[in-house]
């Protein structure tokens, strides 16, 4: 069971879904003190359960207070996402949130349309990213043989809102941020007003 009893105030709990090696960057801060659920398809990343992000079967329905997945959903085919999105909010409690972050294609296509398709947008820990990676995959990880990386779809803002609604979350605030991302935090159940949203937003530091 993901949740562990405890003669103190439990510790709430998260899924970091697509987590990435033990060190990844992309983990925001506000997760520092929770108890983290590492997942990812690759057991080179060690991670506490071995599964696809669209496979949250190991966890019963409203076990977790909160999804972090952070450039893991491009890795899906497009038919995956709404089976992913639907069993990020079955694992959810009544007030758990997501956060998914992923490329936002709408903003690349200006890095396409002049004819900037390889130069750098950003500097990474891992090396340079162009709109050709964030596209496709990171190049320098698929070359080095790790074919996980290949992105098999990808977002708008309008489709991220409406897989994310199909998939019956309740609230959701979407924002754009600097490096060519859509980030979006989803209720699964509605809140009584925006200030909940708007402090998660903040507090996860978008």
Request: proline content about 8%; charged content about 20%; hydrophobic content about 45%.
């Amino acid at each position: 069971m993901p949740r562990k009893k405890s003669s103190g105030r439990p510790r709430p709990v998260f899924i970091n879904a697509g987590c990435g090696p033990p060190d990844n960057p992309h983990l925001p801060v506000f997760f520092r003190t929770w108890r983290q659920i590492r997942l990812d398809v690759d057991p080179r990343m060690m991670p506490d359960v071995v599964a696809n992000i669209a496979d949250l079967s190991f966890f019963p329905d409203a076990s977790v207070d909160a999804i972090c997945s952070s450039h893991s959903v491009e890795h899906l085919f497009a038919y995956q996402v709404p089976m992913a999105f639907t069993e990020f909010r079955r694992v959810l409690c009544a007030t758990g949130f997501a956060c998914i972050i992923v490329p936002d294609l709408q903003a690349i296509a200006h890095w396409i349309s002049t004819d900037r398709l390889h130069e750098t947008i950003y500097e990474s820990a891992a090396g340079p990213v162009t709109a050709h990676d964030m596209l496709w995959g990171f190049s320098q990880a698929i070359a080095n043989g790790n074919l996980t990386m290949a992105h098999h779809c990808g977002f708008t803002p309008t489709l991220f809102l409406q897989c994310l609604r199909d998939a019956g979350f309740a609230e959701i605030l979407l924002r754009r941020n600097s490096n060519l991302e859509l980030v979006a935090l989803a209720l699964p159940e509605a809140s009584d007003g925006p200030e909940r949203r708007e402090n998660l937003m903040a507090s996860l530091g978008f």
